[in-house]
């Protein structure tokens, strides 16, 4: 589609488009993180996984997407960012594809390690292309807050369609479902977003190996560590890896020119702040999660379908409160709201952690995704303008991929140490023994969070450095 006809379209309706097919993509790569959670007994009777390798089909993903998020962000700021992030929306729909057609199951985990991929290459792009993008503050508030709610809401969406098409049709679909949607973004998003400009110099290739290697390597060991124990020899040895290739990314980045991350982004209290809270956020949301759906299934009786659409509550929350919460921002600035969500989370985990096996959905659910919601909703949008408000757009990818680089490797470390919680206080064939403890340490997440949200979500003034330099907007956004 040339130039011309594109400008032929109004421009408003032109950004709408263009933001709609970019959320679209944020939607799917977020549903592909739970999508296939409730169809895994169905995966393992079809492709022949064994209990221990059956966690690999999620953890496949989650290690190749929280590794590459940082590359992922830079190569967007490098060479452009609608390039990149179409290149990996490639890249993600055939990776969807063929674990959706895959005969056995060392096809299905290389696949998914495939999609995870893509998706580093795509995330941080999107968010990216909704800031630069947004004629201005107002707008970019509101973008802001759609990609918050559709990042909060998209694991509860996945969890009722991978129930609804492993019910109706098959588990193969929840994954090739993907490819039609990736096909009309790539088709699209050339006539209807622009490309962003593209940083000249070199490319930090030393930066790009040790910060990738060194983020798959603590990942690995946040997903090693459940089934094989904090001390084991895979454990440790992934932590030591990490450490010594994470101390290598630091020295490198503070001598070359251009580096993979800029570390003055970390200088500001702000920046630094939103991304320790968001990981912390996400960590206590992923508990949320995975010992609800196994709490429903083996307590409530419920089936795949059931249990995705018990949370529909939670998903609708996210999306009402999202729709003020740009309003709020700039009435209140971040620091209120985020602190308001976390109480809201907390009081949410707190109230779980008394559930037993005379609870209801009604009476012992309902509660807390109605808090759980809310409070995902007030919080996640404000934590986005902390970490990206006042960043150079030549960083903008950069800045994208540390905070969704937070929330991948705080959600792998959350549920790890939760899960270890979880099976001290356990007891064999039950599910219910362990909650409370566990509930209990997700609620100590949050508290943490919310003390540091208090102390560093505020604005630093006189900033030393180019990366900290506040926009116009940025005293307005901040308490």
Known sequence: MSQSAAVQIAPSRRTGIGLGLILAVQLMLILDMTVVNVALPKIRADLGFTPSTLSWVLNAYTLAFGGLLLLGGRLGDVFGRRRTFLAGVAVFALGSLVSGLAPDATVLVVSRALQGVGAAVAAPNVLALITTSAPDQSARNRALALFSAVSSAGGSLGLILG???????????????????????????????????????????????????????????????????????????????????????????????????????????????????????????????????????????????????????????????????????????????????LSLVTVSNLWLAGVDTGSTYLGGLLGPMVLTGIGAGLGFMPLTVAMLTGVDPDRAGSASGLLQMGQQVGGALGLAVLVTVYASGSVPGEVVPGLSGTFLTAAAFVIVALGLAGVLLRQRRGPSTADEAPAPDELELAA
């Open 163 to 341: 129930g609804t098409l492993t019910g109706y049709a098959s588990w193969r679909f929840s994954l090739i479902v993907n490819v039609p949607i990736a096909l009309v973004v790539l088709v699209l998003v050339p006539r209807f977003v622009d490309e962003t400009h593209r940083q000249h110099g070199r490319f930090d290739l030393t930066g790009a190996l040790t910060a990738t290697a060194g983020s798959a390597s603590l990942v690995f060991g946040f997903i090693h560590a459940p089934d094989h124990g904090w001390a084991s020899a895979g454990t440790l040895g992934a932590f030591a890896l990490a450490a010594l290739l994470l101390a290598t990314f630091v020295t490198t980045e503070l001598r070359v020119t251009a580096p993979l991350l800029s570390l003055g982004l970390l200088r500001n209290p702000m920046r630094a702040g939103a991304v320790t809270v968001m990981a912390l956020f996400v960590g206590a949301q992923f508990s949320f999660f995975y010992f609800m759906v196994q709490f429903m299934h083996t307590v409530l009786g419920y089936g795949a379908l059931e249990s995705g659409f018990a949370f529909l509550p939670l998903t609708v929350l996210i999306f009402a409160t999202s729709r003020v919460t740009p309003r709020l921002v700039g009435a209140l600035g971040v620091r209120p709201l985020v602190m308001t969500g």
